[in-house]
């Protein structure tokens, strides 16, 4: 598109917002350099357009979508506590637009190549006042949204500065159709998602998580998130007046939300805007709006799929603590191991093989000691017999939330894993919220912090460094949401960060509902991978726990592999019930966790999905296609084939007689002869699912 800027006399007034219609008024707009003025910028393709706006002094944006009105003039700007406020009183004094067009490979993935193609505008703002403090908002536009950041140049009043409100808003055009999670709770992000007006949100808790996904009356599809969070609060959103979010920093405990010095950049605040709801899993904004891969060659970061001595402990067959029951033992690793190098599953998880266990480890993370063993654990042996079987452990490190604890022991530990040869690590964060213990240097309790403030989204990013300076990959549970970061630091593979699987083990409401992952696509799987452990064969655990069960068929067990993106994948069931069922089995084995390319073909949120994703060692295609409790017939063309040529396609569907509640065993394992010209009708039973392999013949 043609950028155009034009110089103004200063201090110009203007009395109302100006607002640009169409990519060609967005072309025609008068840039003002003065205290009231117009900047307007399209996406590449022109559906997006931005427009920031001084109003007397004061920052605001406005989003549109074709002629839809997406985001109302909203204002910016950050407050501080003795430092003047960089929301008003301001000038523009120089304004910069900017476009970019390129592509990058990602070392593994759910796309092997990822387009980064932006439209860019930058407003330079300096205070009227005396002070002439300034910053710049930088707005990227892509063709599915946008990306917003305040860069604060080096100034001596924003040295060491404390901020205390992000001003950002975000003004809904119309009381939309929400899905979302509370913050502020003690669970963290561990909440099943509710689906209400935006409305309804203020009337029941002070903000909530994001991604923040949204539907418009007139059939459009909102989220809104942050990318390349570094050094700052991650952002929640509290409602406001008038449909409007407001950004909400989740605070250290003295209420302060950044400690910081300039220059400084935030992270974005980004905005995905999609005709379709399917069509928000493949805008890699979030991703293209992260650095590139800082870490140089990572051939060392391998995808791959783990089993684990973790859900017997779920379901109380295995205690973490020693015992008779103790799961990581030397001889239940080598059975795990033994199973693992049997059917080619690369990585076994071993958890509670440390000493900490013992006792209210809940309470009392600081007896953790992340280099020592049980007694009836030998690391080094079990490391070496897995060594000889080809198999590769996953280590784990669970902090019960005792940061100071963790970070004394992080380097011996990461170092003792490198010298077996592990490369992997599940960390864990447990603990009620407000959980973190901050001390000083005598030991001296400070304040106690959020998983989500700006203290732990800097300890979450030390870990990072640190594991991938002993060239260790990580799957981070109760984590710092994903903000793009696999981007810059590939090893950060995956991570929890919303209900999982366990639930359905142990919660007292009886588990996750048939709905819960038709939502998680839509919702936490915008930010990223999500290690959710599916892949459970025994569907009710009468034996260990008699009140809870897998609310799924089976067949929606096998399909969650395609649906649910994770580079590291479990396969969470124990040995002997997958033993019991080696023709389901196998689907798991041939399912890839690295692809070349994704394509959501249908979806609704809360209600169904169908994902196809071609894997990017081979010409194979794989299709997982879920619904809530109620079951349906999709029809899918199969036009992702490549054309003129025949597949197999080796289906594993739902029995004709199958229901989550009465018979959610019945399977049917059939092929079919198809090709790009197919049309599919698969038949998804209540609750259910169907998973599809593709192989060229």
């Known amino acids: 598109m043609r950028f155009v800027k034009h110089e103004s006399h200063p201090y110009r007034t203007t009395t109302s917002f100006p607002v640009s219609k169409t990519e060609s008024s967005c072309e025609e707009t008068i840039y003002d350099q003065s205290i009231d003025g117009t900047y307007c910028i399209s996406s590449p393709d022109g559906k997006v357009q931005v427009t920031f706006m001084l109003q007397q002094g004061i920052p605001y944006y406005h989003v549109r979508y074709f002629d839809k009105d997406i985001i109302n003039p909203s204002a910016l700007g950050l407050t501080f506590k003795d430092t003047e406020p960089l929301d008003h009183n301001f000038r523009s004094v120089n304004v910069t637009y900017g476009s970019f067009d390129q592509s990058w490979t990602q070392p593994w993935g759910e796309v092997k190549e990822i387009r980064n193609q932006y439209n860019e505008l930058r407003v330079a703002l300096e205070k009227t006042t005396e002070t002439r403090l300034r910053m710049t908002i930088a707005f990227r536009v892509y063709n599915c949204g946008l990306g917003f950041r305040y860069e604060l140049p080096k100034q001596e009043e924003l040295i060491n500065f404390k901020l205390i409100n992000e001003e950002t808003e975000f003004a809904l055009t119309d009381d939309h159709q929400a899905w979302w999670i509370p913050a502020y709770q003690p669970e963290r992000y561990e909440y099943l998602y509710r689906n209400t007006p935006i409305s309804s949100i203020s009337k029941s808790f002070r903000a909530v998580h994001t991604p923040f996904t949204m539907k418009t009356a007139d059939g459009l599809y909102l989220s809104i998130h942050e990318a390349d969070l570094n050094d700052y609060a991650s952002m929640t959103l509290m409602p406001y007046q008038n449909h409007t979010l407001k950004a909400d ?122 280099t020592t063993p049980h007694e009836d654990f030998d690391l080094e042996e079990v490391a070496s017999y897995a060594a000889k079987k080809g198999v590769k452990i996953m280590g784990h490190h669970e902090t019960s939330s005792v940061i100071q604890n963790y970070e004394q022991q992080m380097e011996d530990a990461f170092a003792l894993y490198k010298e077996l040869g592990i490369d992997s690590v599940k960390t864990g964060y447990v603990g009620q919220d407000p959980a973190i213990e901050r001390r000083d240097n005598q030991g001296n309790l400070i304040g106690m912090e959020w998983h989500h403030g700006q203290y732990m989204v800097n300890h979450y990013k030390k870990v990072i460094e640190t594991a991938a300076k002993y060239q260790i990959m990580l799957n981070v549970h109760e984590p710092i949401k994903d903000t793009g970061e696999r981007r810059t630091y590939p090893n950060m593979m995956t991570r929890e960060g919303a209900r999982g699987q366990e639930y359905n083990a142990g919660s007292p409401d009886g588990g996750n509902p048939p709905d819960h992952t038709t939502i998680l696509p839509f919702t936490r799987m915008l930010a990223g991978p999500f290690d959710y452990t599916p892949g459970i064969f025994d569907l009710f655990f009468d034996e260990y726990r008699p009140y809870n069960r897998v609310k799924h068929t089976l067949a929606k067990e096998l399909a969650l592999y395609v649906v649910l993106y994770s580079p590291l994948q479990m396969l969470a069931d124990l040995p002997e019930n997958y033993e019991k069922n080696l023709p389901a089995f196998k689907f798991l084995l041939d399912v890839p966790v690295d692809w070349q390319d994704t394509k959501v073909l249908n979806g609704e949120i809360g209600e169904y999905i169908t994902v196809a994703r071609k894997d990017r060692n081979s010409e194979d295609w794989y299709l997982g296609s879920i619904t809530n409790e109620i079951g349906r017939i999709l029809e899918v063309p199969l036009t992702f084939l490549t054309p003129s040529k025949k597949y197999m396609a080796e289906i594993y569907a739902d029995g004709a007689n199958a229901d989550w509640i009465t018979n959610p065993y019945s399977l049917h394992i059939h092929q079919l002869l198809v090709d790009s010209n197919t049309v599919l009708n698969i038949r998804l039973a209540n609750g259910g699912g169907q998973a599809i392999r593709f192989q060229g013949v």
């Open 249 to 370: 920093l989740v605070p250290w405990s003295d209420s302060v939300k950044v400690r910081g010095s300039s220059p400084l950049t935030t992270p974005w605040r980004t905005i995905q805007i999609a005709e379709k709801p399917g069509d928000l899993l493949t805008c890699y904004l979030n991703l293209n709006l992260n650095k590139p891969n800082k870490l140089g060659n990572v051939s060392w970061v391998k995808p791959g799929k783990y089993i684990g001595i973790w859900w017997g402990m779920h379901l109380g067959k295995y205690t973490w603590s020693s015992g008779p029951k103790h799961g990581a033992t030397t001889e239940n690793a080598k059975r795990y191991i033994d199973f693992a190098a049997k059917y080619g599953i690369p990585m076994v998880l071993i958890e509670g093989w440390n000493i900490g266990w013992d006792g209210d480890w809940l309470k009392h993370g600081e007896q953790f000691d992340f």
